[in-house]
């Protein structure tokens, strides 16, 4: 049997807008609206506006929520001050990623979790699975939401003529209330496009309010709508991974090169614990393929699954590959054998379709901001 995708408050919107729709994680989304390149360099530029509300929230409360939190995942929660977000994992017991998270706290015994569209069933099924004996209580607020991004340099300012909050003193990965256009919002300074931005969360009968507020408030200053086409390129420029391409359950954070969200230091067990202590040595002693930036020297692009090859011999995979409007050239971000991932390293290609085309090895992100 076959569902229908679910709708966001804004479907009706982007229609008229003229979007061409894609199912996504089981939702109508906008994949573009005109130009995808447009789009990705009105974010780089100017200003981009997003429907997120795809995305999974997932609201923990009670006397023990940040010991449950601190249990489910990887993190430290207990460290998240008031108002302030913290980018993080829940994995399985053998370490493997379910799925990266955002966790917001939002008062002090109440956190709402982030998860990505495609996961948020499975992280909330692990959560409340997870919670039992602990004092707190998991809710599932997927249909309280409506969740929109202004994304680029001049989205401070277009927000600013809107909002009663405080802006200027709302620091990276943190989150405050206030009003946006004359409705209530959780107005966070967080993003995956790699530029300077917020995400708004509200009830859905308030987005299209806020969304053409928001479009006002832009007009003067390149703002325009963005679909999710565009959003893969500024999160692959950025060196951002998407769950399913550069993370996965056969994968730890070790793995992923983002051991660092994995926090031994807290007091008590969480799950997953003793896999990713196992993996922490591994990666130390004996490295694993590393996760790499690969720039095109020609013009095929690479996709997810190509090998990565050197001397005639498979290396490594791409994850993700896209052409990059900024660079001007394909990227891909790749999982490569530890003897190939140096920055500077040359000899290594895509195999694309039986060619073997020439690429280099990379730091990641490809694109920084100024700040």
């Known amino acids: 049997m076959s569902t229908a995708p679910r709708l966001t408050a804004l479907d009706a919107l982007h229609r008229s807008l003229g979007a061409t729709m894609t199912d996504f994680a089981g939702w109508d989304m906008p994949l573009r609206y005109a130009s995808e390149r447009d789009e990705h360099n009105a974010v780089r530029t100017a200003a981009g506006l997003f429907d997120l509300s795809h995305m999974g929230e997932i609201t923990v409360t009670g006397p023990q929520a940040v010991d449950l939190l601190d249990y489910a995942l990887v993190g430290n929660i207990s460290t998240v001050g008031n108002g302030r977000a913290r980018y993080t994992m829940i994995c399985q017991e053998d370490g493997g990623i379910l799925d990266d998270l955002i966790v917001y706290r939002l008062g002090e015994t109440e956190y709402m979790v982030v998860a990505n569209a495609s996961n948020a069933q499975i992280v909330l099924d692990a959560l409340v699975a997870r919670a039992e004996g602990f004092d707190a209580e998991v809710r599932d607020d997927r249909d309280a939401y409506a969740l929109i991004a202004v994304q680029g340099p001049e989205s401070p300012g277009i927000l600013k003529s809107i909002t009663d909050a405080?802006?200027?003193?709302?620091?990276?990965?943190?989150?405050?209330?206030?009003?946006?256009?004359?409705?209530?919002?959780?107005?966070?300074?967080?993003?995956?496009?790699?530029?300077?931005?917020?995400?708004?969360?509200?009830?859905?009968?308030?987005?299209?309010?806020?969304?053409?507020?928001?479009?006002?408030?832009?007009?003067?200053?390149?703002?325009?709508?963005?679909?999710?086409?565009?959003?893969?390129?500024?999160?692959?420029?950025?060196?951002?991974?998407?769950?399913?391409?550069?993370?996965?359950?056969?994968?730890?954070?070790?793995?992923?090169?983002?051991?660092?969200?994995?926090?031994?230091?807290?007091?008590?067990?969480?799950?997953?614990?003793?896999?990713?202590?196992?993996?922490?040595?591994?990666?130390?002693?004996?490295?694993?393929?590393?996760?790499?930036?690969?720039?095109?020297?020609?013009?095929?692009?690479?996709r997810a699954g190509f090998p990565v090859v050197f001397g005639g011999e498979v290396v490594g995979e791409i994850t993700s590959g896209a052409p990059s409007p900024t660079l001007g050239k394909p990227i891909a971000i790749a999982y490569v054998d530890a003897a190939h991932a140096t920055p500077g390293t040359t000899g290594v290609g895509v195999d694309i379709r039986g060619t073997h085309e020439p690429y280099e090895v990379v730091a990641l992100p490809f694109y920084k901001r100024q700040k």
């Open 166 to 302: 405080d802006l200027d003193g709302l620091k990276y990965y943190a989150g405050l209330p206030g009003t946006v256009a004359g409705v209530p919002a959780l107005i966070a300074r967080t993003g995956y496009t790699g530029e300077d931005g917020f995400e708004l969360f509200l009830k859905p009968e308030h987005a299209e309010g806020v969304w053409t507020a928001l479009t006002e408030a832009g007009a003067g200053v390149g703002l325009i709508p963005c679909g999710l086409s565009c959003r893969d390129t500024l999160r692959l420029e950025a060196g951002m991974p998407l769950y399913g391409h550069e993370l996965t359950t056969a994968l730890t954070p070790f793995d992923a090169g983002l051991g660092r969200v994995v926090k031994f230091e807290k007091t008590g067990d969480f799950v997953g614990r003793k896999a990713l202590e196992a993996a922490a040595e591994r990666a130390e002693t004996a490295p694993p393929r590393k996760l790499v930036g690969l720039i095109a020297e020609g013009r095929r692009v690479p």
